[in-house]
């Protein structure tokens, strides 16, 4: 099968959907499944456009033994839909903004990422709380949960 094509969104693409690309991808390799994989992350808005990732991501990561190095923050565009598999937003105001993009999501490829637990919520923006350390563990929880779908449903 072809890979699997996984697109992290947040509003600013410089906290959450970075922290969400680089720890699924450490999931994934971890676990021998890098291959089977293809993941990014982009933003709804143009404010943080080319700026590197949120120095609190950053070292939050770190402390993971994660490197977030060469990611610089990109819009979503329209043209994302047919290029992957699975749009993952981190809370309800990211899906909203993804569905303006977007248009219309008929395959069913955008899902909040909490809502592949047993947990459903939003990821607070760490931008506001500040709260890395919080925004970590919710990304794992989700992320955890994404690989699991993934895992049972899709041909790897």
């Known amino acids: 099968k072809d890979m699997i094509k996984i697109l992290f ?11 969400a690309e680089f720890v699924f991808r ?3 390799q971890k676990r021998g499944l890098a291959n089977s994989f293809s993941i990014a992350s982009a933003a709804t808005s143009r404010e943080e456009e080319g700026n590197p990732v949120h120095y609190g991501t950053v070292q939050k990561l770190k402390t993971q033994g994660i490197s977030t190095a060469g990611k610089y923050a990109v819009q979503m565009q329209k043209k994302d839909y047919a290029a992957y598999d699975y749009i993952i ?5 990211n899906i909203r903004n993804i569905h303006r993009i977007i248009g219309s999501d008929p395959d069913h490829k955008v899902h909040r990422l909490l809502d592949f637990t047993v947990n459903p919520r939003d990821i607070a923006d760490p931008w506001y709380t500040g709260n890395f350390d919080r925004t970590y563990d919710d990304i794992v929880e989700g992320c955890e949960g994404l690989l699991l779908h993934i895992l049972e449903n899709e041909k790897i």
């Open 9 to 19: 969104i947040c509003h600013g693409n410089i906290c959450r959907s970075p922290m």
């Open 89 to 93: 937003g981190m809370e309800y105001r």
């Open 26 to 28: 450490d999931m994934v």
